[in-house]
């Protein structure tokens, strides 16, 4: 949890009720901070992103549990929209008219929500600034060297949205398998860090609405990149990855980079998929440094 005190707001959303946590910044000679909307990634929600907006202490950091996850509860199937990326551009487009967002804002984006904040800059471009994306899924993750086991997760949510609502539900929070997820994608050979990032799945990784809302969501994760949406953002963007990304080598990164008009790359070392755990600080400072221009 960010040491930052929040605001915390109630929106009705395309049928949901989404809460959004807004932490204000320190200005800095007498300027109004900037803002930053940061949109959290796959079964996370606002404390995923908790170290790095412990960095921002000069920017107000804007940050939705999207529908579905978190306190945030499910778009309804009469809506018309679903848990995908476009669903999510969508509502990620109401609550910045309902929060009355100011059009140099910047747009941060988290695996998952790397890709939901690339689709809306690359359809609301007037909206943002600048872009931020840490680990942005920079390769499908049915074709790259992950596929097996991306393959074998699709089973995994199927089942879970297939069987009867108790041991589907139980199946889809089973801590054991939080554990392993949190085990192999964990880099850092510091065991505070390591038990941090255990903590943190543990608690927040089982915070879906519904099993319709998590296996939408995950399709979308799995059948989606950033790269669909690089060419079409006109703005000034920064990409933080790790090198030891298993969802996004170093090379597919630096392609990535290459698709958008004006994009800079940065690589962390000994980091992978967890950047906003196991290396904040240095993403914030990155990001800081960024988003002040």
């Not at 487009?93 to 939901?116: K, T």
């Not at 390769?139 to 790259?144: D, I, N, Q």
């Not at 943190?200 to 099993?211: A, C, M, N, T």
Request: glycine fraction near 8%; include cysteine; hydrophobic fraction near 45%.
């Amino acid at each position: 949890m960010t040491s930052r005190r929040a605001l915390i707001s109630t929106h009705a959303v395309h049928g949901a009720t989404v809460r959004c946590w807004t932490y204000p910044g320190q200005s800095m000679a007498g300027r109004t901070p900037p803002v930053i909307v940061a949109v959290h990634g796959f079964r996370g929600d606002h404390h995923g992103l908790a170290r790095v907006i412990d960095g921002l202490e000069h920017f107000t950091v804007v940050v939705p549990d999207l529908p579905g996850f978190g306190a945030s509860s499910d778009l309804p199937e009469s809506s018309g929209h679903r848990h995908d990326i476009g669903g999510y551009a969508a509502a990620l487009q109401e609550l910045l008219v309902q929060l009355e967002v100011p059009a140099d804002a910047r747009l941060l984006g988290h695996s998952f929500g790397s890709i939901v904040a690339a689709a809306h800059a690359a359809t609301h471009p007037e909206r943002w600034s600048r872009v931020i994306l840490i680990n942005p899924i920079s390769e499908p993750a049915l074709e790259g060297s992950e596929a097996l086991l991306s393959r074998l997760a699709h089973l995994f949510y199927l089942l879970g949205a297939a069987l009867p609502t108790r041991p589907g539900e139980a199946l889809l929070r089973w801590r054991l398998v939080t554990d392993i997820m949190s085990l192999t994608m964990t880099k850092s050979r510091d065991r505070a860090t390591r038990e941090y990032v255990r903590r943190q799945h543990r608690l927040y990784f089982g915070g879906f609405g519904s099993r319709r809302a998590l296996l939408q969501a995950f399709e979308a994760s799995i059948t989606s990149t950033v790269r669909d949406y690089a060419a079409a953002v006109p703005l000034t963007t920064l990409l933080i990855a790790g090198v030891e990304d298993e969802l996004g080598s170093p090379a597919s990164q630096q392609h990535l980079a290459t698709l958008f008009p004006d994009a800079r790359l940065a690589m962390l070392d000994d980091v992978g998929h967890l950047v906003h755990y196991e290396a904040a600080g240095s993403a914030a400072a990155l990001v800081a440094e960024f988003a002040a221009r």
